[in-house]
């Protein structure tokens, strides 16, 4: 939070005589708002913050799990406008929270297992293109097409073993384990998060 607010006073403290806007927006991120300053003839700085909650539940081969993504991303960016003001080049670090917790039962074993995904960097790299600019004048569309570089995923399972017998606890955390380290292995291909924003700007 200390680097946004730092990101956000330069971008407040370049001239007055740009362009600048204010922009709403929602998709794989979340819904979220972005702040734009035109600062060069084809580059403008953005930052902004997209959050929120989806319900979301997962079968895999040996557990079934229900729980609730939870997103929260501070972007910093750069916007390269290289043809003009609609199409651009996206490019900067995404400060994300991003997790999903859930509980779950494991091969029918009784009591319950919590379940947590996390992000592998808190701090990822992004890329991608954009249409609209969100430091342009009146009120405008715009849409991001990117990814965000969040680095493999780390999965943690803990067994619930409140109400059970010491064998059938033992039992249940020997197929934890072995369901954290299965899903660990799936997570292991996925360190690309795909970004797809729409929205709505207004600039001044």
């Not at 799990?65 to 900067?92: C, E, Q, V, W």
């Not at 494991?106 to 919590?114: A, H, I, L, R």
């Not at 849409?143 to 073993?161: E, I, Q, S």
């Amino acid at each position: 939070m200390k680097k946004a607010l730092v990101f956000a006073a330069a971008l407040a403290a370049c001239g007055t005589a740009q362009a600048a806007g204010v922009g709403v927006r929602i998709g794989t991120t979340g819904l979220g708002i972005d702040l734009a300053k035109n600062v060069a003839p084809t580059l403008d700085v953005r930052v902004g913050y997209s959050g929120g909650n989806i319900s979301h539940d997962v079968d895999t081969s040996n557990a079934s799990y229900k729980g609730d993504i939870k997103l929260s991303n501070l972007n910093a960016l750069l916007d390269f406008h290289p043809l003009g003001p609609l199409f651009r080049i996206s490019g900067g670090v995404i400060f994300n929270k991003n997790k999903y917790d859930a509980t779950g039962t494991v091969n029918g074993q009784p009591g319950s297992v919590d379940a947590r995904v996390e992000s592998g960097r808190s701090a990822a790299p992004y890329l991608g293109i954009g249409y609209g600019n969100v430091a342009g004048t009146g009120v405008n569309f715009y849409a991001d097409l990117g990814v965000m570089f969040m680095g493999t995923p780390k999965a943690t399972l803990t067994a619930n073993c409140s109400g059970l017998s010491a064998g059938q606890c033992s039992a249940l955390q020997g197929q934890t384990a072995s369901e954290q380290q299965a899903l660990q292995d799936k997570l292991d291909r996925f360190k690309a998060y795909p970004v797809l924003n729409i929205g709505l700007t207004i600039g001044f």
